[in-house]
T-cell receptor, first 115, second 112 residues
């Protein structure tokens, strides 16, 4: 079965550079979530989209932005990168089913290293 | 967001049952109880979820207290591959409440 695809899997950037992370949800999933997980920490919710509209916002820095496109894939854009942005970034997707959502499926993550 | 409380770590022996507790005393009537687990360097993986009644699937069972203020994830026969961090998460439905908020989960160690 198709899973959530994230690219790239690994990314190395220098301070003050920009990075773009991509997420391709499971087919027919209309909701995408982004999470950041620092070393030894729990995943932190950044932002989510439903039907191409931002549906919720967590602790996402102003230097980060994201969007969901017409084909439901999503991109997380990160500018003015800082050393503290080094983390695993996970994308998850789910689908609205009646009044509830299906379980969320997570991708394998993008490991971003800022040097 | 309603919070959950889990033990930081637990240990089990291989092929024995494991009971992972979770307290969620501020749960609202529309919160589902979800369990996810995360193996090292992998994305979180869905395990099971429920609302009021106990639930079973191929991975685990979920026992929910009558007052819904606590729940227990049951792994019937632990294997080495079950060693992971287990997260108990309350997830509302609809609108802005469907996100998953990860707290501090339980690190399960499985001894051979």
């Amino acid at each position: 079965a198709a899973g959530v695809i994230q690219s790239p899997r690994h990314l190395i950037k220098e301070k003050r550079e920009t990075a773009t992370l991509k997420c391709y949800p499971i087919p027919r999933h209309d909701t995408v979530y982004w999470y950041q997980q620092g070393p030894g920490q729990d995943p932190q919710f950044l932002i989510s989209f439903y039907e191409k509209m931002q549906s919720d916002k967590g602790s996402i820095p102003d230097r980060f932005s994201a969007q969901q496109f017409s084909d439901y894939h999503s991109e997380l854009n990160m500018s003015s990168l800082e050393l503290g942005d080094s983390a695993l970034y996970f994308c998850a997707s789910s689908a609205l089913q009646g009044p509830t959502y299906t379980e969320a499926f997570f991708g394998q993550g993008t490991r971003l290293t800022v040097v | 967001d309603a919070k959950t409380t889990q033990p930081n770590s637990m240990e089990s022996n291989e092929e024995e049952p494991v009971h992972l507790p979770c307290n969620h005393s501020t749960i609202s009537g529309t919160d589902y109880i979800h369990w996810y687990r995360q193996l090292p360097s992998q994305g979180p993986e869905y395990v099971i979820h429920g609302l009021t009644s106990n639930v079973n699937n191929r991975m685990a069972s979920l026992a929910i207290a009558e007052d819904r203020k606590s729940s227990t994830l049951i792994l019937h026969r632990a294997t080495l591959r079950d060693a992971a961090v287990y997260y108990c998460i309350l997830r509302g439905y609809g609108g802005a409440t469907n996100k998953l908020i990860f707290g501090t989960g339980t690190l399960l160690a499985v001894q051979p």
